[in-house]
């Protein structure tokens, strides 16, 4: 399986929008899986060019909604509604400001009592697009978002490959708060929780790898002197195997779920060393809980199949009553 986004080049490494970086993790991609893989993509081509690479990723807006049911959330407390966004990559022809103005009117529609982002604003590839959504552009969409406790977001590795700055300035002057390394207690309507965001783990690339400016310890450290719930922000969901108990939900995003599902095949390729173990869903192990949104955007390859943009609908609520 391939296991880091990018166009490979003859030489082994990886070019990025904004650089070329080494595929450290390409060994995993066995001949067997890549001529599987390539198969499926030539029938994809043959049979649903223009689903995989207009209808689905242009048009199409699926809803993902989860339920997490946690005893650190409190009986007395109502659910908790969070809505995510994950990897606008705003640039045209897929993600321009009228689809990006629908996208906010949908998460708007919903309700939630939360909204968060978790990186990847600006576009993803220089191929293929025949333009970018300047930074102000889509922050405007994106102030339109509104929630009682507030819209809150992370910056992903292709916000810093870019310009990180200029995205948080454009984030911040949108009314939306940047959390990078950083947790702040949220409370209302009977609800208090810790939310915390960690900064990119893939923001720097070097000749041979990532250099990540994210901090958990620091982080983590923040959350402190009490026991309420707390919810971490983390663009890479590659970083959960890391996160401690104390941390209620991980919420990430980065995969895009692969882009392209194929049937008997699964995901030939997915942005993280860990494979298809977080590439998309609702993730528990050892009692910690991870939700991987498959986003919104297209990064390195034009094309969407069977995963499709979403929006995340996420509900946080304390366990039922157990059988009588």
């Not at 819209?151 to 300035?169: E, M, P, S, Y």
């Not at 995969?255 to 977080?278: D, K, M, N």
């Not at 990064?299 to 009553?321: D, K, N, Q, Y």
Request: aromatic share 8%; glycine share 10%.
């Amino acid at each position: 399986m391939l296991v880091n986004y990018g166009c490979v080049s003859r030489n082994g490494f990886y070019r990025t929008q904004a650089q070329v970086v080494y595929a450290a993790t390409a060994r995993m991609l066995t001949r067997r899986r890549f001529l599987q893989g390539a198969g499926g993509l030539v029938l994809l081509g043959a049979s649903g060019s223009a689903y995989a690479g207009v209808i689905e990723p242009r048009f199409r807006l699926s809803l993902a909604e989860w339920t997490v049911a946690h005893p650190a959330w409190p009986a007395a407390a109502p659910p908790l509604r969070i809505v995510a966004l994950a990897d606008l990559h705003a640039m045209h022809p897929w993600m321009p400001v009228p689809r990006i103005e629908s996208i906010v009117a949908e998460a708007n529609a919903l309700r939630p009592d939360l909204i968060v982002l978790l990186g990847d604003y600006v576009a993803g590839m220089q191929r293929f697009r025949t333009g970018i959504v300047p930074i102000a552009d889509w922050t405007q969409a994106l102030a339109a978002l509104r929630a009682p406790l507030g819209v809150h977001a992370v910056l992903g590795n292709h916000d810093w490959w870019v310009d990180a700055k200029a995205v948080r300035r454009g984030l911040e002057s949108s009314g939306i708060e940047v959390l990078e390394n950083m947790a702040v207690k949220l409370s209302g309507d009977g609800r208090r929780f810790w939310l915390a965001g960690l900064g990119d783990q893939l923001a720097i690339p070097q000749a041979r790898g990532f250099k990540g400016v994210d901090d958990l310890p620091t982080t983590i450290a923040q959350i402190s002197g009490d026991t309420d719930p707390a919810i971490l922000l983390a663009h890479e969901p590659d970083i959960f195997p890391r996160v401690p108990e104390r941390v209620t939900l991980t919420l990430s995003g980065h995969t895009h779920g692969g882009q392209v599902l194929l049937p008997f095949i699964g995901r030939p390729a997915v942005p993280s060393r860990y494979g298809e173990r977080f590439a998309y869903g609702h993730i528990v192990e050892g009692g910690r809980h991870l939700i991987v949104s498959a986003g919104l955007g297209l990064s390195c390859f034009p094309v969407r199949f069977m995963v499709p943009p979403e929006i995340a609908l996420i509900t946080l609520t304390a366990p039922g009553p157990g059988p009588a």
